[in-house]
């Protein structure tokens, strides 16, 4: 069974950065994409980033380009969210997402508890 454990949330001032951490067990995760998704308060949850495990390959929302850097850890089965120049409009809890295959936004199968990201202004 596919277990998805985020840590590293927080709250920070505009401007600062904040790491993520997903945990992955129970699989090799070599044929899946793993996906960072956030949900802010009344709103829907929205894709963030993602990244193939097998090729490394990265995709983003325009509005975390250039600040957010999804990576993995192979060795550690491991997925990180690095998050600079962090905005308030960021805040949200960011979930640790996974599936099988190759397609990036499509459906997600499995997912973590979640970890608040704050920031103020």
């Known amino acids: 069974q596919v277990q998805l454990v985020e840590s590293g949330g927080g709250s920070v001032q505009a401007g600062g950065s904040l790491r993520l951490s997903c945990a992955a067990s129970?699989?090799?995760?070599?044929?899946?994409?793993m996906g960072w998704f956030r949900q802010a308060p009344g709103k829907e949850r929205e894709f963030v980033a993602a990244l193939r495990w097998s090729v490394g390959s990265t995709y983003y929302r325009d509005s975390v380009k250039g600040r957010f850097t999804i990576s993995r850890d192979n060795a550690k089965n491991t997925v990180f969210l690095q998050m600079n120049n962090l905005k308030p409009e960021d805040t949200a809890v960011y979930y640790c997402s996974a599936k099988y295959g190759v397609a990036v936004y499509t459906a997600y199968d499995y997912w973590g508890q979640g970890t608040q990201v704050t920031v103020s202004s």
């Open positions: 129970g699989r090799t995760f070599s044929s899946y994409v």
